[in-house]
């Protein structure tokens, strides 16, 4: 089992309602069969709300599984509780992406395309305190702590040696300056110098790519568990949206491979980046 709490909370209720689907029964008619409400056993399979013991055991009961499938939901029951080093820096990670926070933890396939900035798992401190500044709302206080916690992920791309990391990069995000040149250009060559890991792979899309199918920046992510099903990532300024329907996934999932087919190849990505580069040294 992929290895976060939140992993394991979207297993666990992944699990549930492989259970009840089998049973051909609602949500309400679990809950009236086992005196909850329907909106609990809702809560349960869809991981907003806590699920105890002794829950795991009523609906196994319910549904006659086997004792080795109650102590596993079990085991992911108690394992769901515990909480990730992203929780101790509190605010500056805000709930709605606390979940991805989690996902990302447990992935061993993290397929990105960005058009407008570089992906927080490339940038630099300098880049993403200045990007940090102009979120609307922000609070300023907080930016040390937000930046410290996209520090901390990048931990993945060098501890996680399972993890394949693979960036499309749009040109435009480039030659966006943030934070100034002398920052983008510490940017960029963060950039050149993580590119050269097994594990990560950055292209380049240019101007002349043509058309391509994206309606913003996206991110696929892989589990290791055939039953840890892939998720589909989508970020807004204040909220997020994940999608995990089978349909959406295959959809996300060709038109990334569209567009690295597209994009230039990681040696010629990297000439780019290091003629952007020029351009922007000071």
């Known amino acids: 089992m992929a290895g976060s709490p939140t992993a394991r909370r979207r297993r666990l209720a992944i699990e549930l309602k492989k259970l009840r689907d089998e049973s051909g029964m609602t949500c309400n008619q679990v809950g009236k069969e086992l005196d909850w409400s329907g909106s609990k056993v809702n809560r349960m399979e869809t991981g907003q709300g806590r699920v105890q013991p002794s829950d795991i055991d009523a609906l196994c009961r319910f549904y006659g599984t086997s004792d080795e499938l109650r102590d596993l939901l079990k085991s992911l029951a108690k394992e769901s509780k515990t909480k990730g080093w992203w929780h101790a820096h509190g605010d500056a990670v805000p709930s709605w992406f ?40 922000q609070d300023h206080d907080e930016i040390p702590r937000l930046v410290d916690v996209r520090m901390r992920r990048q931990q993945l791309l060098t501890e996680n040696k399972s993890l394949d990391f693979w960036a499309v990069i749009h040109q435009s995000a480039l030659m966006h300056v943030i934070g100034g040149r002398q920052a983008m250009a510490g940017q960029l060559e963060r950039m050149l110098d993580i590119g050269q890991q097994r594990n990560v792979t950055v292209q ?8 391509y199918p994206t309606t913003g ?32 996934v295959r959809i996300y999932t060709k038109a990334f491979d569209h567009l690295r087919a597209l994009a230039l190849s990681p040696q010629r990505s990297a000439a780019l980046i290091r003629s952007a580069l020029e351009e922007h040294s000071p």
């Open 98 to 137: 606390s979940v991805y926070v989690g996902l990302e933890q447990a992935a061993t396939n993290l397929h990105t395309y960005q058009g407008e900035f570089i992906p927080g798992l490339l940038q630099t401190p300098e880049y993403a305190t200045a990007l940090s500044r102009v979120t609307p709302d």
């Open 204 to 211: 380049v899309l240019p101007y002349d790519a043509g058309a």
């Open 217 to 248: 920046p996206f991110t696929v992510l892989g589990f290791p568990e055939q039953e840890d099903p892939d998720v589909v990532y989508r970020e807004g300024l204040t909220d997020s949206i994940y999608l995990e329907l089978p349909a959406d």
